[in-house]
């Protein structure tokens, strides 16, 4: 008798934990773990301690469409994919290219920017003046993780690539002479080259990229309500005043 009065005191305390859990299970379901490098505006950076730009606002807005709290979650760009893959987060959020070698593992929502890689120089160094010049022993600075080592070493040889874990040492080490050059996303070369007059942005580009938000392949659920989101955005004006906030000339 005391062994059976044990056991249902033993059910009954395990019963009163599932039934307190379920409410925070059902909590979890509203939010979306999103996986970001907040170092590369105006896409996503961190500005009074708080994660803005292009990017984080534009994945709010969609996540209020969708009914969706948002967690995020801080990481190296090199660890976003992996990241994904292990299930540390649900969305990649971080300016990603929408490449075929990344297709491969995981899937991509609709496209929500055009962009492109760039080289951003000296504004007193006129031995580079268009991108071919790279090829001429330049030391240049790329982010790990990022299609410019990649591009870089398959297009440009003779280039001395200079690989940094974060967006801003490469900028750094362009600033202190220590580079040549960066290749990195148009919009952050663009965003600094304002700030530092000793900067300058090539006008030759080095390719024509789109940016897309990355999911786990077996996410298809996800994919299409995220689609969808982007979609109501667009026609409802949101998606139109976020592209003329972060990247309306402001010269």
Request: charged share 25%; glycine share 6%; hydrophobic share 45%.
């Amino acid at each position: 008798m005391m062994k059976l009065s044990r056991l249902l005191c033993a059910v009954s305390a395990s019963l009163f934990l599932l039934v307190a859990a379920a409410p925070a299970a059902r909590a979890a379901d509203n939010v979306i773990r999103v996986g970001t490098d907040a170092t590369f505006p105006p896409m996503e950076f961190v500005k009074d301690g708080k994660r803005t730009g292009f990017d984080i606002e534009l994945m709010e807005a969609l996540a209020k469409t969708m009914g969706k709290k948002i967690q995020w979650i801080d990481i190296d760009f090199k660890g976003l994919i992996p990241g994904l893959i292990s299930n540390r987060f649900d969305i990649a959020a971080s300016a990603i290219y929408m490449t075929d070698e990344r297709r491969k593992v995981v899937t991509f929502s609709d496209p929500y920017y055009r962009g492109g890689l760039a080289v951003l120089v000296r504004r007193d160094d006129n031995s580079i003046k268009v991108p071919e010049d790279l090829n001429k022993g330049k030391r240049v600075s790329v982010q790990v993780g990022t299609k410019s080592v990649s591009y870089l070493r398959d297009n440009f040889p003779g280039v001395e690539r200079v690989e940094v874990e974060k967006n801003q040492a490469m900028f750094d080490l362009l600033a202190t002479g220590r580079v040549n050059a960066v290749v990195t996303g148009r919009p952050a070369a663009v965003e600094y080259a304002r700030s530092q007059p000793l900067v300058r942005v090539l006008d030759k580009g080095l390719t024509t990229e789109l940016y897309g938000f990355a999911l786990r392949k077996n996410d298809t659920a996800l994919v299409e309500h995220l689609n969808k989101a982007l979609q109501t955005l667009r026609m409802n004006g949101t998606y139109d005043a976020l592209t003329d906030k972060w990247f309306a000339r402001k010269d």
